[in-house]
């Protein structure tokens, strides 16, 4: 399982400490799993790790919503965003649910027979304003947006060894193991405490005064104090660059990257570069783009800088998905 980490070294549970080892407990409680490679690759920066469980917890697992179509939402984002590890982790979250047969619909690349599940999904892939989506669903679709991003910059493709997540069978079993922490109610909240001590934005409109909410304000918060790492020109190039996004994929190549970098001094570049390519094509992410930047900063750095491309893109995702975004850029495709 080790190699499922990129370029981080994660706090293992067992060796864990204050807010990292109050985090993994309540996940492990919550979610069901002790060892979960998304939030271990967070663990070195502890304040994205918690904003990113709060935010996650409050609008996927906890609330009113059923968690069946709370999971089509976070399947549909990740199958947009191309992130064969979230898609592989939520088609099994799905057979827990027990909708096996939805679960491998949606994964076949099919339309759900329920109307509800079906407009949800479209929803998701698209990024198009719905009128019948609450707090919990938008919470999900936008700790996609970030968590997704993490993960295809910071980690490998495989959720389990031997890419055994891609067997319809594995994923089955998978569900059925995890079906009675699923399927158990959660009371909204509890995520709050752990990020209680940390800077917060205000609410989001189609949040305020829900869980979900009030832990989104944490993440953007803390997610973008991350910008602190570059300097005044590239973090200036990447706020324009992702303002100007339509929500497409980027051209295949690297020359998109040209002009938004054109005017960054060159010691500035590759920071600007690896920020851009998290928010845009963390899937683009290479060796080469981490050790440009890198030189001898540690793991919570890599960690805080990939934050701020993700929540970045995540914030302008949210624009399109709230209908605040410009007419001119009415259909969205998704993370980049």
């Given at each position: ?9 994660p706090?293992e ?59 089509v ?16 982790a ?7 649910t027990?909708?096996?047969?939805l ?15 079906a407009?949800?999904?479209a929803?998701?892939?698209t ?13 999900t679709?936008?700790i ?12 490998t493709e ?16 998978g569900?059925?193991?995890m079906a ?15 990020v209680a ?5 205000p ?31 590239a ?5 324009s ?11 295949m ?15 500035e570049r ?17 060796d ?21 491309g ?27």
């Amino acid at each position: 399982m080790a190699g499922q980490f990129r370029y981080v070294t994660p706090v293992e549970p067992q060796g864990a400490t204050g807010l990292v080892a109050r985090v993994y407990a309540q996940l492990a409680n919550d979610f069901g799993m002790a060892r979960m490679a998304v939030f271990l690759t967070l663990s070195p920066a502890e304040e994205v790790l918690a904003a990113t469980w709060a935010t996650l917890r409050e609008s996927l697992l906890a609330g009113d919503e059923p968690r069946t179509a709370k999971e089509v939402v976070a399947l549909g984002v990740s199958m947009a965003n191309r992130c064969p590890f979230c898609v592989a982790a939520h088609t099994t979250l799905l057979h827990a649910t027990g909708d096996h047969r939805l679960a491998e619909t949606i994964a076949a690349g099919g339309t759900p027979a329920d109307p509800r599940h079906a407009e949800l999904l479209a929803w998701a892939r698209t990024g198009r304003v719905a009128a019948s989506v609450g707090a919990e669903h938008i919470g999900t679709a936008l700790i996609f947006h970030f968590i997704n991003r993490m993960a295809s910059a910071l980690l490998t493709e495989n959720l389990l060894p031997g890419n055994l997540q891609n067997s319809r069978l594995v994923r089955s079993v998978g569900g059925r193991v995890m079906a009675r922490t699923v399927r158990r109610p959660l009371p909204p909240g509890a995520s709050l405490p752990l990020v209680a001590g940390l800077p917060a934005l205000p609410e989001p409109s189609w949040g305020a005064g829900t869980a979900a909410g009030a832990a989104y304000a944490v993440l953007r918060a803390v997610a973008g104090a991350g910008a602190h790492l570059l300097g005044e020109a590239a973090r200036a190039a990447v706020t324009s660059a992702v303002a100007a996004w339509d929500g497409e994929h980027p051209p295949m190549g690297r020359a998109w990257l040209d002009g938004p970098l054109a005017g960054v001094p060159a010691a500035e570049r590759p920071g600007a570069a690896l920020a851009l390519l998290a928010a845009l094509a963390p899937y683009r992410v290479t060796d080469a783009d981490v050790a440009a930047w890198r030189g001898s900063r540690p793991d919570e750095d890599l960690v805080r800088l990939c934050a701020f491309g993700a929540i970045t893109a995540t914030e302008r995702m949210e624009a399109f998905i709230t209908g605040r975004a410009a007419a001119a850029h009415a259909k969205p495709g998704g993370r980049s």
